[in-house]
């Protein structure tokens, strides 16, 4: 792939990759083959916290590097944590960073640049999640591109509705990637076969509820990484749920059948119980990464939820548990993070209905891939039958392209799976 970016015949060449598969190593590996090849490049990525991960790593690989910092002049553009880089120059004006071998920025931001020349090269992350309106507001910024991103994520957000045109091949609100490709079918495509972040116990759930047609595997085997805890469990279906998702990596705690609001106090709670017991219980992880056993902090450990107002509750909780460094934010958030334990809120438990927004699969994708060791998802009793009483009523849109598999699938066979793995709250 990185052959066909540097010495390819074509324009583009797309990547795709699962979770955790090495997506970010291989923009920061490209980005300074590139740079050391003579070709300085720009590197667009789609949010300021995506764009400082980026300058972090580049300069952390290669402390020599220069790299560009481009942000906007509002108040604290970008994250302190940079200026412990000699190397990275910051800057809100393209003029200020010219000559520098590699600059990166979000979209929305080099989209009001007008350089005298073009990069020659320029390097496109999360390309899934761009819209195709913002890769065309860039798209005379740049003569060859590299596109890397995870095609099950979530879509690109959109504040406005853009059903008017859905199935046309000018839709702003489709994916980058699935715009360059419906126009330019003949580009080069590849994949990353391996989830380093994912283990053996959670790839292949993850692989055939949302890759059907690109497979993946874990870069590990089962026994490499191990959960384990020091406290003795007290017998409670919160010490049983996290025993049983040490064991398999996997579990369920079920609460009793209801309809409820949003935020539903009872769920809240049992979300940050978990979360309490989990850090007083002393978890320690087992895994390739090191040769001693690390103890489980509440900075490896993250709460996902479907909307805000759920997540602002959990934190609620977690503070009147004195629960202090946990990472509670929503699947749009979460995207492209990674932890050792996550705790899920599944999106439609509780709920009288199953929206097109509850039933995104790449919202769901997004909950149940950013673990190295266990996710405990917490959820209500009868949402299969929910499922069941709502199926799919979305009108089909000739020429629009339909995402694989879609969500009612894709929630079937994710609580088919943690069925065998629930414990029931009472």
């Given at each position: 792939m990185l052959a066909d970016t540097l010495h390819g015949a074509y324009k583009g060449v797309v990547v795709d990759s699962p979770p955790g598969a090495g997506k970010s190593t291989l923009v920061v590996r490209a980005a300074r083959e590139l740079a050391a090849a003579g070709h300085p490049l720009m590197v667009i990525a789609q949010t300021n916290a995506q764009v400082d991960d980026l300058v972090d790593r580049l300069a952390s690989a290669d402390p020599e590097l220069p790299v560009g910092r481009l942000h906007s002049s509002e108040p604290k553009p970008y994250d302190p944590a940079l200026d412990r880089h000699p190397s990275v120059r910051k800057s809100a004006k393209p003029a200020d960073l010219a000559g520098?071998?590699?600059?990166?920025?979000?979209?929305?931001?080099?989209?009001?640049?007008?350089?005298?020349?073009?990069?020659?090269?320029?390097?496109?992350?999360?390309?899934?999640?761009?819209?195709?309106?913002?890769?065309?507001?860039?798209?005379?910024?740049?003569?060859?591109?590299?596109?890397?991103?995870?095609?099950?994520?979530?879509?690109?957000?959109?504040?406005?509705?853009?059903?008017?045109?859905?199935?046309?091949?000018?839709?702003?609100?489709?994916?980058?990637?699935?715009?360059?490709?419906?126009?330019?079918?003949?580009?080069?495509?590849?994949?990353?076969?391996?989830?380093?972040?994912?283990?053996?116990?959670?790839?292949?759930?993850?692989?055939?509820?949302?890759?059907?047609?690109?497979?993946?595997?874990?870069?590990?085997?089962?026994?490499?990484?191990?959960?384990?805890?020091?406290?003795?469990?007290?017998?409670?279906?919160?010490?049983?749920?996290?025993?049983?998702?040490?064991?398999?990596?996997?579990?369920?705690?079920?609460l009793p059948a209801a309809r409820t609001p949003r935020t539903d106090p009872e769920a809240v709670s049992a979300v940050a119980q978990v979360v309490r017991r989990m850090l007083d219980r002393e978890g320690v992880a087992h895994s390739e990464r090191a040769e001693e056993p690390v103890a489980l902090s509440a900075g490896r450990i993250a709460v996902g939820t479907a909307h805000r107002d759920q997540a602002a509750a959990v934190r609620a909780a977690l503070a009147y548990m004195d629960v202090e460094g946990v990472t509670v934010d929503t699947a749009n958030r979460l995207q492209g993070r990674e932890f050792d334990v996550t705790v899920v809120l599944h999106p439609l438990s509780g709920r009288p209905d199953a929206t097109e927004f509850h039933l995104e699969t790449g919202r769901l994708c997004v909950l149940t891939s950013r673990h190295r060791h266990a996710c405990v998802v917490v959820c209500r009793a009868g949402v299969p039958e929910l499922l069941d009483d709502h199926p799919a009523t979305e009108p089909v849109r000739l020429g629009a392209t339909l995402k694989a598999p879609d969500g009612w699938e894709a929630h079937q066979a994710v609580l088919a799976h943690l069925a065998a793995h629930a414990v029931p709250s009472r």
């Open positions: 520098l071998d590699i600059v990166v920025s979000t979209a929305a931001k080099w989209a009001w640049v007008k350089p005298e020349e073009p990069w020659r090269h320029a390097i496109v992350d999360e390309a899934y999640q761009m819209r195709s309106d913002a890769l065309l507001a860039v798209a005379g910024l740049f003569e060859r591109a590299l596109f890397v991103g995870d095609p099950g994520q979530l879509d690109p957000f959109s504040q406005v509705g853009a059903e008017q045109w859905a199935g046309f091949s000018h839709d702003p609100s489709a994916s980058a990637v699935d715009t360059l490709l419906s126009h330019n079918p003949e580009l080069p495509q590849h994949r990353l076969p391996v989830s380093w972040r994912l283990p053996a116990s959670a790839a292949p759930l993850v692989s055939d509820a949302f890759y059907p047609y690109t497979p993946f595997r874990s870069g590990t085997g089962h026994g490499d990484r191990r959960l384990a805890f020091t406290a003795r469990p007290d017998g409670s279906p919160v010490d049983r749920v996290l025993d049983e998702a040490a064991g398999s990596g996997w579990g369920l705690l079920e």
